[in-house]
């Protein structure tokens, strides 16, 4: 019953809502845009806003910031969401805005979450940004180049948020422990290292941090007026950290790509890092081992041609039994991915080959290498001086196979790499023998 009529004293508000700052001086980290000097601090001190968005990943401060721009402004604030908000609930909002502004009035409109927006819906700001009847300001997770309008993004500035450091986090956190606002009215016991490992497994997230802090908190042992953490409190409720990622927003992207690029720099620590941080939180096996498959063609191919059957065989086996089982498996694939020697002339050839393709798209194949299968196209002399390569004796023939503006035009090049060394020196032997019997001749 302590415990009940102690948490009934508190406010009702969540721990994180609680100790929102409500000044510049109360918000922690982003000190690239905020400290002293910075082009975003002076904008707000100085009530100059333009339109603004603000791009970072959960938990950073990106409507905090806004809710002190709405503070520090003289303009007219109003708040959006893109989740509640429709084409006709904006339009009525531009509108009176227009009409401020032709009394000299300012309105600053923010939009929280702006990527849920679709298309129509971010047009419907953009004549009012473009008039300056409108300050926009956009609060996203996702990569504005991709999630927002061209035109609109254009007449924005982009401020990037970062994730909080482990330093910032933990101040934050003290703070949480001492101001009145949060735990700063009750005898809270928890060690700094308690701190310090809540700080880390929120992952950059303030808000994370402060939720987590009030789980632990609230779940700790009372002693009369005290309220101890334990260290089984603490694992109990950091036991698996909420790793961020968003299947198809950008941060999958971004760890895809460090995957392979770790494998291409021949980093297997790297790989199998990047491969734990996509399988953990969440990632479908099957399109990790897609990916591996395209690698061992695109980077390795026949600097050891064992490449693609492994990986092959990785992504049958995440098929068969999926996960956890399969980690191992696509652990085994990256690694030898990333030890194999590496070539990209497969990938060379093939895209060398493509531009020549679509920049030629009508040439003929040559009458010599076309099949003849009626009368009539052997009177016109399809497969006419055909050679089968092998009816000579070194299984090789002179026989033209490119188109006449193409011929003598190289794709393939291999490399010294591994294996592919000897396709090298195979295919010097062919090209040897080719001009040999061309001087006979």
Not at 196 to 207: H, K, L, Q, S, T
Request: hydrophobic share 40%.
């Amino acid at each position: 019953m302590e415990q009940q009529t102690f948490f009934t004293a508190q406010d009702s508000q969540p721990l994180a809502a609680r100790l929102r700052p409500q000044t510049l001086e109360e918000f922690a980290g982003q000190k690239q845009l905020l400290g002293e000097g910075k082009v975003l601090r002076r904008l707000i001190e100085s009530d100059r806003i333009s339109s603004m968005i603000f791009w970072g990943p959960p938990g950073v401060g990106k409507t905090t910031l806004a809710r002190i721009i709405a503070n520090k402004t003289q303009a007219n604030f109003i708040d959006f969401s893109a989740v509640n908000s429709g084409i006709r609930e904006i339009r009525e909002v531009m509108k009176k805005a227009e009409k401020s502004r032709l009394y000299g009035g300012k309105t600053i409109v923010f939009v929280d979450e702006i990527h849920r927006f679709n298309k129509a819906q971010q047009d419907a700001f953009l004549p009012y940004v473009e008039k300056g009847s409108i300050i926009l300001i956009g609060a996203t997770t996702e990569n504005p180049s991709f999630e927002i309008n061209g035109a609109l993004l254009s007449r924005c500035k982009v401020f990037v948020l970062k994730e909080l450091s482990t330093d910032e986090l933990v101040g934050l956190l003290e703070r949480a422990v001492t101001d009145p606002k949060g735990f700063g009215d009750e005898k809270i016991e928890i060690e700094p290292e308690m701190l310090e490992v809540i700080a880390n497994f929120a992952n950059g997230d303030a808000r994370s941090a402060l939720s987590t802090l009030e789980m632990v908190v609230l779940n700790g042992e009372t002693d009369g007026d005290t309220i101890r953490v334990t260290s089984e409190t603490l694992e109990q409720c950091v036991s698996k950290k909420s790793l961020l990622y968003d299947k198809k927003g950008e941060e999958h992207y971004n760890l895809i790509s460090a995957l392979h690029k770790s494998m291409r720099n021949s980093d297997p620590d790297a790989a199998v890092y990047w491969l734990a941080r996509m399988l953990e939180a969440g990632e479908d096996p099957l399109y990790v081992a897609r990916r591996v498959v395209r690698f061992a063609s695109e980077d390795i191919g026949l600097a050891d041609p064992n490449a693609l059957e492994i990986a092959v065989a990785a992504y049958q086996a995440c098929h068969f039994i999926g996960m956890p089982e399969c980690t191992v498996h696509l652990t085994q694939a990256v690694v030898y991915m990333s030890m194999a020697p590496k070539s990209n002339a497969l990938y060379t050839a093939y895209e060398t080959a493509k531009r020549d393709a679509l920049t030629q798209l009508a040439e003929p194949v040559p009458l010599v290498i076309c099949n003849a299968p009626t009368s009539l196209m052997k009177s016109l002399e399809y497969g006419k001086g055909y050679q089968y390569a092998h009816d000579s004796e070194e299984k090789l023939t002179n026989m033209q196979c490119l188109p006449d503006s193409l011929e003598g035009r190289e794709y393939y090049i291999p490399t010294e790499q591994g294996k592919e060394a000897r396709y090298k020196a195979r295919l010097e032997q062919i090209k040897d023998w080719k001009i040999r019997r061309k001087q006979k001749k």
